[in-house]
């Protein structure tokens, strides 16, 4: 009989702040911070000098801006997500966290909360910076709502997107070789095939996980752009990407040896 003790929910507690802080301490938040710093710099800051700062191209600026910031959710799936577990095995520390009184269950909870939680955070800080860029291009007309309503779109997407790296790390022998199966699933082959089904044929992708992140540029009407994709339907999509995915990585996980 499986049962939850207030022992296994602070585990799972212990296991998410180390995961959080090994994110903190570690190369890969500045790798991040770096990547996130070049966009803003090359999709915003640069036109905006170099450029006429026409209305229309502010706004224009802004929403590719946007429209983007799917890049940088996908590659913090791939910096934190894609080696979340595989690291563990490869690096030998999982034979520690074994020989210790904690369930596997509540190892993986405890990692894939701190995961998500580190990211979501770091993805909150990125519109953060978008939110203020804005205010200062286009005089203080920040349409924060709709801003906020785009990010809960991004925070979909990425959940998503992580949950499928976080299944590819908890099936693959290392975290190199999960990072750059989720850099090709993420960046190439969602988008071809996604590509294939609009073009050739008549069917809707709306089963794609990354369908979501239209939405992220759509719920911002001062940008011009519309989209005739459900929302519903696609966080309910998303969801499912989510849940499976890390069922999925969960089983995985409990059945794997060294």
Do not use: H
Request: proline share 2%; hydrophobic share 60%.
């Amino acid at each position: 009989m499986m049962y939850v003790t207030f022992d296994d929910i602070r585990q799972v507690s212990v296991v998410a702040k180390n995961e959080m802080k090994k994110f903190i301490r570690g190369k890969r938040l500045l790798i991040y911070v770096a990547i996130a710093a070049l966009f803003f710099a090359l999709t915003v800051i640069v036109p905006y000098l170099l450029l006429d700062p026409g209305e229309d191209f502010k706004m224009a600026v802004l929403g590719f801006s946007i429209a983007s910031v799917s890049m940088l959710a996908a590659i913090a799936a791939i910096l934190f997500a894609s080696g979340v577990i595989a690291s563990e095995f490869e690096e030998r520390t999982a034979l520690i966290l074994f020989t210790r009184p904690i369930k596997k269950t509540a190892i993986f909870l405890g990692k894939i909360i701190g995961c998500l939680v580190f990211e979501i955070v770091v993805l909150a800080g990125v519109y953060l910076v978008l939110i203020l860029m804005t205010y200062i291009i286009v005089d203080g007309g920040v349409p924060i709502l709709e801003l906020l309503t785009s990010l809960g779109f991004a925070i979909m997407y990425l959940m998503a997107a992580s949950s499928v790296a976080i299944l590819l790390s908890s099936v693959v022998k290392k975290a190199s070789t999960s990072a750059i199966i989720a850099f090709f699933l993420l960046f190439f082959i969602t988008g071809a095939v996604t590509g294939l089904l609009q073009v050739f044929t008549d069917i809707e992708p709306w089963f794609m996980f990354d369908y979501v992140a239209e939405l992220m540029i759509t719920c911002v009407p001062d940008f011009g752009m519309t989209s005739t994709i459900n929302n519903l339907e696609s966080i309910l999509v998303s969801t499912a990407w989510i849940i499976v995915s890390l069922i999925l990585g969960w089983i995985a996980f409990i059945r794997r040896e060294f």
